[in-house]
């Protein structure tokens, strides 16, 4: 365990009087898809903020691929090869779809290798992965809900990442749409991407996971085969009340 | 267009309009000439920041001022040395304030950063006021130096020669920032600053940047100011009328292109020349106030947008 990819140790995260997260320890192996769960509030979404670095935790460790976090700005962060879809897509409004994808690949897979790449032609596979090819000059606005969605991960693969957080990629998307981005996630983890995925929709997460770790209330209260975790009383108490 | 090319390109332009400017033979056509193209290189520097990275300053007037100041206190310390020579220290004083206004500022978002760079305006200049030195509220009295150097004619067609190649220089700075990684990087921040960073954008280097560069151009464009004024006070140093033209020049012409500030600062730079000698000098920022509020309601993206529809 001590060569997994991602490890966290102890984290903690208080806004005021109110305990975000205490005390979570994870650790996510190379090449693993982990479902990350909880009810609203339960922490999810700060755990991601505070593994990216758009918030700085109190206490405990984090490492990724050898490298402490704790003090890294979120760019070194991306740089390093961890790298976020957010749950309301945030794309660049003013610029087309491939400027989208080209921020990221000039930013971070450029500075990751050191070697020069062709940044027209990573744009274009990255858009043709996610089928928005034949939108690379038309802007965000023009994109549905699902398009966006995808824009959001071809964005996060932009910076070539060893781990993608996914941050409820599929939230408020109908039964086909949901399997175009599930089908999206088990290509990019069988290129070798470790994915941490957040989600509400239980159909996806035990469809995906591998592994479940749910968070409640900011404690971790379960970590294992997703089957075994959903049955687990104190998870069902959490989501359907005791 | 390479930028080699578009240097070229501009030299050539900028050749033909000082020598339409000469077969004019009228010293006023270099006076007003020269305004029209110090505000082409203040709103090119203004934009830099403004219009790419998003953040809106107020404080033109204090970069201008203090690259206006730094040739005062150069005229009196350093009397030989060339003006291009003070140019580079205006731009150098004022780039340095743009670097530390930055670290100070830049944390602030939106209408938070516009205020703190007034404030920062509002600061120098009460600086300036009190420094001896400079002249303090008296203001100071520039002698121009007897040769230019280059011409047996007049000091002022140098002056303009020398702001027609500053506005190059900037030209070409922002057309080259627009598609690079730094101009990709720029046009991040300005639309999500939290989605430029996770996508690997170094948010505060990149901001810091932007404010040297554009406080630093904003600075040379002010330093030959004085030996154009020939006396220079606080009050039309630090005038607000600066930070307002230079606003409203790339909002007129549209913020998205470096194209857009050089229409906007052509534009109503030569309005408020040409309604200066006719109507009033008054009259010109009542002009700003009316096309900005014209444009604002016809054509939010500038003239530049408007022709890209």
Redesign the interface.
């Given at each position: 365990m001590s060569d997994a990819l991602l490890m966290v140790s102890g984290l903690g995260k208080r806004f005021g009087g109110f305990a975000a997260l205490s005390d979570v320890e994870l650790h996510v192996e190379e090449g693993e898809r982990l479902g990350l769960i909880g009810p609203n509030g339960s922490g999810k979404s700060t755990l991601v903020n505070c593994l990216?670095?758009?918030l700085r935790n109190d206490v405990g460790e984090m490492v990724f691929g050898g490298v402490a976090l704790n003090g890294l700005?979120?760019?070194r962060r991306?740089?390093l090869g961890m790298?976020?879809s957010?749950q309301l897509p945030?794309?660049?409004?003013?610029?087309t779809l491939a400027?989208n994808v080209?921020?990221?690949i000039?930013?971070?897979?450029d500075?990751k290798a050191g070697v020069v790449i062709d940044p027209r032609r990573r744009c274009e596979e990255l858009l043709d992965m996610v089928g928005l090819l034949a939108k690379a000059d038309r802007r965000p606005a023009d994109l549905t809900q699902v398009e966006m969605r995808k824009l959001e991960l071809a964005?996060?693969m932009?910076?070539k990442p060893r781990l993608l957080i996914a941050d409820e990629a599929m939230a408020g998307l109908s039964h086909q749409e949901v399997d175009d981005i599930l089908t999206l996630l088990m290509t990019l983890n069988g290129q070798g991407v470790t994915i941490i995925m957040i989600e509400h929709i239980m159909r996806a997460v035990l469809a995906f996971s591998q592994r479940l770790v749910v968070l409640v209330a900011g404690r971790k209260i379960a970590d294992g085969n997703p089957q075994d975790v959903v049955r687990q009383p104190d998870v069902v108490a959490a989501y359907l009340g005791s | 267009m390479r930028n080699a090319q578009f240097i070229l390109f501009a030299l050539v332009a900028a050749a033909v309009t000082f020598i339409a400017a000469r077969l004019i033979d009228n010293a006023y056509v270099f006076f007003a000439g020269y305004v029209v193209l110090q505000y082409i290189v203040l709103a090119t520097a203004w934009n830099i920041l403004g219009g790419y990275t998003g953040y809106v300053n107020f404080g033109t007037a204090a970069f201008f001022a203090l690259g206006a100041y730094t040739t005062v206190v150069l005229h009196k310390a350093m009397p030989l040395w060339p003006l291009p020579a003070m140019m580079l220290a205006g731009g150098v004083i004022s780039g340095l304030i743009g670097l530390g206004m930055g670290y100070l500022t830049l944390r602030l978002r939106g209408t938070f950063f516009s205020i703190a760079t007034l404030a920062m305006a509002v600061v120098a200049q009460t600086l300036i006021t009190n420094w001896n030195f400079v002249g303090g509220t008296r203001g100071a009295y520039i002698i121009r130096p007897m040769d230019s150097t280059i011409f047996t004619g007049d000091y002022i067609q140098y002056l303009f020669l020398i702001m027609l190649l500053l506005s190059v220089t900037s030209v070409a700075v922002a057309r080259a920032i627009e598609h690079s990684p730094l101009g990709y990087g720029f046009s991040a921040i300005r639309d999500d600053e939290l989605a430029a960073e996770a996508s690997g954008v170094p948010t505060l280097r990149l901001k810091l940047i932007a404010t040297v560069l554009s406080g630093g151009l904003m600075g040379m464009a002010g330093a030959p100011l004085p030996y154009y004024v020939t006396y220079l006070d606080p009050a039309s140093g630090f005038s607000l009328s600066y930070a307002v033209n230079t606003i409203a020049m790339p909002l007129i012409g549209g913020t998205a292109t470096w194209l857009g500030p050089v229409i906007g600062a052509i534009l109503l730079g030569t309005l408020q020349q040409v309604a200066t000698v006719t109507i009033s000098s008054a009259l010109s920022l009542l002009l700003v106030g009316l096309l900005l509020v014209g444009f604002v309601i016809a054509a939010p993206k500038g003239i530049v947008g408007w022709f890209k529809q």
């Open positions: 990216c670095g758009t700005s979120a760019h991306t740089r790298a976020r957010f945030r794309p660049f409004p003013t610029l400027e080209r921020v990221p000039l930013y971070a897979a500075v964005r996060a932009a910076s | -």
